[in-house]
DNA sequence: CAAATATCCTGATAGC
DNA sequence: TGCTATCAGGATATTT
């Protein structure tokens, strides 16, 4: 599940395999891989012969700025959703793009080709144009960064408060913070000995500091770990390595095993179709 | 209008 | 052994 620590992993994979790169063809394997877009052909019309000017995250998603004939043109946007993975021949050679559910590939001028496999088929690749603002279209509902906003509090507060549900629900909500999943979600409440089902209308201001505190603490040493693979090692980065920050990990898929704080057993509440694993006596 | 729920999908795993 | 049922989850659409 290729949360914010995940996205930053492949994207200093990436970055050094397509920079300057020039987008010789794109091959959709997929209907539903590709998004957003009129029909397969204009997508490729877009695509094809531009050339890689930059890359980026923001949140969960990959941003590869393209230009043609070095004007700025647009924007491919990736998301990986639950089990997407990037493979590049360039690295792993070329049968680790040619496997089973390669969704979506992108060859480039240098013989490079980059596979998007995703199983669950939850990611997605979609294509903006450039409009004079530098944030896609797609991704403008979406809130600050979580560790790019250099101070997400003032912007998150206000909002957080006047809903009356959960902080996990609420960090869950990308046009609230961008980039935070269940598993980081669970890790960041846990360090910040907050329980998930609290609502932030009951925060008093140092809890308030506290969390955007564990926010930054978590995801950035998550992604100085290379991300999480958890026990199904779905995540792996573009070298097909595995991450170690699960590791590190104090509450998510825990359950039954004794808080490393504590000594009292993690719970698993499951609410609205989503797990929550948290301690009872350390988080309040 | 906000919040809750249904939906998409397939690999892994538990249970019979 | 081999089958079936269940589960996982991000974001969006739909319902309450």
Redesign the pocket.
Known sequence: ?P?LPEVETLLQGLSPLVLGRRIERVEALRD?TVRKIASFEDFEASVVSTQVVALRRY??HLIVDLARNHEFIGHLIL?M???GQLRSSGLTGEESVYV??SNFRVHLDDGTIVAFID????GWIAFDSYDGDPMPI?LR?LGPDAILSSDPLALIKARATS???GIK?QL?D?ALIGGI???YGDEILFDAAIAPFRTPSTFSEEEFITLITSIRKILTRAIELRGSSL??RTYRDIAGEIGAAQKFHMAY?REGEPCLRCGDQIV?V?S????SFFCRICQI
């Open positions: 599940m949360e539903r949140a969960k998301h959703g639950m089990s089973r559910h199983p669950r088929t939850f797609s509902r809903s009356s549900i629900w869950l990308q999943g269940n598993m026990f199904d898929a698993r499951v609205k179709g989503r797990s």
